[in-house]
C-alpha cells in the first residue's frame, strides 16, 4: 500500500474523529434546547436563541461536511474558529479542573482542524474527487 494511498485513509479517519465530538455535541443540544439555552444565557451572552441555533449548524452542520470532506477547509477554519471561542465564553474558569481540561480540549480541537485547514480534506472527500484526486 502507497504512503499516499494509507495518508487517505488516515485523513479521512482523522476528519471522522473530530466531527464526532461536534456531532454529538450538537444532537445533544437539539435534545435539550431549552437547557442549552439557559446555559447560553448564564455566561451572559446575547441572543441564545440565535447562538443555540448557529451551534447546531456548526456542530452538525459543519461535522457532517468535515466527515464528508466538503468544501473542507472553510468548514475547518469555522469551526476552529467556534472551538475557541466556546474555549472562551464557556470554560474560562481555570479553578475548576474540569473546566480547564475543557477549555484545552476545545484548543486541541481547534489545533486539529487547523491542519485539515493546512493539509485538505485527502483523496477521501468530495473535496478530493471534484479536484480530480479523490480516490478511484
Not at 472553510?74 to 481540561?101: C, G, P, S
Request: charged share 10%; no cysteine; aromatic share 12%.
Amino acid at each position: 500500500m502507497s504512503m499516499t494511498y494509507q495518508s487517505s485513509y488516515v485523513s479521512a479517519f482523522g476528519r471522522l474523529l473530530i466531527a464526532a465530538i461536534f456531532i454529538i455535541s450538537g444532537l445533544g443540544k437539539i435534545a435539550a434546547p431549552a437547557m442549552t439555552q439557559g446555559y447560553i444565557g448564564s455566561v451572559g451572552l446575547p441572543a441564545p436563541l440565535l447562538a443555540y441555533l448557529l451551534a447546531i449548524v456548526v456542530e452538525v452542520g459543519g461535522g457532517i461536511l468535515l466527515v464528508i470532506g466538503y468544501r473542507t477547509r472553510v468548514v475547518a477554519v469555522l469551526m476552529a474558529i467556534f472551538a475557541v471561542a466556546t474555549a472562551v465564553f464557556f470554560h474560562r474558569d481555570f479553578a475548576d479542573q474540569n473546566q480547564m481540561i475543557h477549555f484545552l480540549k476545545n484548543i486541541a480541537m481547534a489545533g486539529g482542524l487547523l491542519q485539515v485547514f493546512a493539509f485538505g480534506a485527502g483523496a477521501f472527500s468530495v473535496d478530493g474527487r471534484l479536484s480530480g484526486r479523490g480516490a478511484a
